[in-house]
């Protein structure tokens, strides 16, 4: 059973970088044919794909994020990462990373972590 | 860009009652690339539906997608106590390769 887990600071200050580590078990993350996403989710609002990466290390990310988002992947230690840069108090949600399964949906998520962009 | 638009915002019924949530996109999408999700409160999304129609593992068959072109449903045959929560659509579009989120729609106890 794969399962997702996120680390990371709760609480960031407005200007600087989120920085987020997401480890998997269960499963290494260089098999098979997977997309590492990550997501976040503002306080009752909807989902946000925020990027994702391949076991080959290719990237891609949603173009309304691109200018301040670095995905990265570490397979010695099976996780994948996530720095978000210039943050603001929109930046503030439950942030979580997903995998997808090459066939466009999300099949297993972490719990999530909530990051507060605050002074 | 494709917009998703869930409705009703909020669905009250109660159990035993079928529901039917609506997910309508801007443009027409392939049913291949619309999936529905399950949220709890203080939980992660759950993958219920994909491919518009099929099942995720271990999904009730009190669950079903159906839909095609702009238009997509989520029907719940017969409500179960832990039915009540949040469900999202969700699209992925491959050029470029981009998911998106409908806003969501409650199902609430009546």
């Known amino acids: 059973q794969v399962q997702l887990q996120e680390s990371g600071p709760g609480l960031v200050k407005p200007s600087q970088t989120l920085s987020l580590t997401c480890t998997v078990s269960?499963?290494?993350?260089?098999?098979?044919?997977?997309?590492w996403s990550w997501i976040r989710q503002p306080a009752g609002k909807g989902p946000e794909w925020i990027g994702r990466?391949?076991?080959?290390?290719?990237?891609n990310y949603n173009p309304s994020l691109k200018s301040r988002v670095t995905i990265s992947v570490d397979t010695s230690k099976n996780q994948f990462s996530l720095k978000l840069s210039s943050v603001t108090a929109a930046d503030t949600a439950v942030y979580y990373c997903?995998?997808?399964?090459?066939?466009?949906?999300?099949?297993?998520w972490g719990q999530g972590t909530l990051v507060t962009v605050s002074s | 860009e494709i917009v998703l638009t869930q409705s009703p915002g909020t669905l009250s019924l109660s159990p035993g009652e079928r529901a039917t949530l609506s997910c309508r996109a801007s443009?027409?999408?392939?049913?291949?690339?619309l999936a529905w999700y399950q949220q709890k409160p203080g939980q992660a999304p759950r993958l219920l539906i994909y491919?518009?129609?099929s099942r995720a593992t271990g999904i009730p068959d009190r669950f079903s997608g159906s839909g095609s072109g702009t238009d997509f449903t989520l029907t719940i045959s017969r409500l179960e106590p832990e039915d009540f929560a949040v469900y999202y659509c969700?699209?992925?579009?491959?050029?470029?390769?981009?998911?998106?989120f409908g806003q969501g729609t409650k199902l609430e106890i009546k």
């Open positions: 443009q027409s999408v392939s049913s291949n690339y």
């Open positions: 969700q699209h992925y579009g491959s050029s470029p390769p981009e998911y998106t």
């Open positions: 491919g518009a129609s």
């Open positions: 990466i391949y076991t080959s290390g290719s990237t």
């Open positions: 997903a995998r997808d399964p090459l066939r466009s949906r999300f099949d297993y």
């Open positions: 269960g499963g290494s993350i260089s098999s098979g044919s997977y997309y």
